[in-house]
């Protein structure tokens, strides 16, 4: 079964400044997708960013970058320039790539902007 | 594009009472839709896969007489509490995709905060 970890339960960022957040996953399969997910008080899930684990490069969104590293398992999520819409908890999502599947998610990390 | 919407937004009900949550895909047809279930401050957790005209798959765990699922259509899938009780308070959301690809983010509904008193 597929796992994905998320070790740091709570960051902090001074706003304008860079953070990342970590993700680790596990599985056996060599075809599958990653996502970062934010979700704000509203508890409305919002997709930040996503990464195609065929592709070596790394997925950038504005000031939302990954660094993924397949071969460690590892996805993790930098966000430039902090602002404080960016606090929000955020979630490393697993996707196999098999038809309509669905997503697996990390415990999350709540994100606090520091003005 | 591709937004799903989900009613209501909250529900209080009784203990014992039924409540059901419907999740609509707007603008794409969805064969598969995911209900998911969220504690506070903690992650979501898959409950159960809606597949259109056929039998959801539960997960491990969840009940199946107790959560009830029905896909009737392409754009409409529905979570009944039956027999609500306290326990069952928590935050309900759903999801869906609009192409079967395991690249296509699946896109999720406002969700239901549901108070079983």
């Known amino acids: 079964a597929q796992t994905v970890t998320q070790s740091q339960p709570e960051m902090s960022v001074q706003e304008a400044e860079t953070v990342t957040l970590s993700c680790t996953y596990d599985?056996?399969?060599?075809?599958?997708?990653l996502f970062w997910y934010k979700q704000p008080p509203s508890r409305q899930m919002i997709l930040v960013i996503r990464q195609e684990a065929y592709k070596q490069q790394n997925a950038t969104e504005n000031r939302f970058s990954v660094n993924f590293q397949k071969a460690a398992k590892s996805f993790s999520l930098k966000i430039s320039d902090s602002q404080l819409g960016d606090a929000a908890m955020y979630f490393c999502?697993?996707?196999?790539?098999?038809?309509?599947?669905?997503?697996?998610f990390g415990t999350g990390t709540r994100l606090t902007i520091i003005p | 594009g591709a937004v799903v919407s989900q009613h209501p937004s909250w529900v209080i009900c009784k203990s014992g009472t039924s409540v059901k949550i419907e999740c609509r895909s707007l603008?794409?047809?969805?064969?598969?839709m995911f209900w998911y279930r969220q504690f506070p401050k903690q992650s979501l957790m898959l409950m159960a896969t809606?597949?259109?005209?056929?039998?959801?798959?539960?997960e491990q765990g969840v009940e199946k007489d107790k959560f009830l699922i029905n896909h009737a259509s392409l754009t409409l899938s529905t979570l009944t509490v039956t027999s609500a009780h306290p326990e069952d308070s928590s935050f309900y959301i759903c999801?869906?995709?609009?192409?079967?690809?395991?690249?296509?983010?699946?896109?999720f509904g406002n969700g239901t905060r549901l108070t079983v008193t």
């Open positions: 999502a697993y996707r196999r790539d098999f038809g309509n599947e669905k997503l697996t």
């Open positions: 999801s869906a995709s609009h192409r079967a690809q395991g690249g296509s983010p699946l896109h």
């Open positions: 599985t056996s399969e060599s075809d599958y997708y």
């Open positions: 809606s597949n259109e005209g056929s039998k959801a798959t539960y």
């Open positions: 603008d794409f047809q969805a064969t598969t």
